[in-house]
């Protein structure tokens, strides 16, 4: 599948942006969708992840009740809702498919978009 995220962009702390991350190709598989997100200087961390199929959604501790992760399955598309944001946020964000289910380890997830940056400045 190929991934194309989108929406990123420059906003001030305490905004809000949602990302977008349209599947082609193929459709979402059942396995785990999800963001990630990667600052200068610092390893690719895990933001939030589902199964496209249903089930349990996961959140870093770092964006619990300020991010939400959700999909539409008409678009194939997969969102991510960043509320509240911090400076901290600042990132390149990257949405990725084809993982096992419960994982937050971006390596074990198999396709990839290009990432998106997000600034948040204070």
């Known amino acids: 599948v190929q991934l194309q995220a989108s929406g990123g962009g420059l906003v001030q702390a305490g905004g809000s942006l949602r990302l977008s991350c349209a599947a082609s190709?193929?459709?979402?598989?059942?396995?785990?969708v999800g963001w990630f997100r990667q600052a200068p200087g610092k390893e690719r961390e895990f933001v939030a992840a589902f199964r496209w199929s249903g089930g349990n959604t996961y959140y870093a501790d770092s964006v619990k009740g300020r991010f939400t992760i959700s999909r539409d399955n008409a678009k194939n598309t997969m969102y991510l809702q960043m509320n509240s944001l911090k400076p901290e946020d600042t990132a390149v964000y990257y949405c990725a498919a084809d993982g096992p289910p419960g994982s937050r380890w971006w390596t074990d997830f198999i396709s990839w978009g290009q990432g998106t940056q997000l600034t948040v400045s204070s």
């Open positions: 190709g193929r459709t979402f598989s059942s396995y785990a």
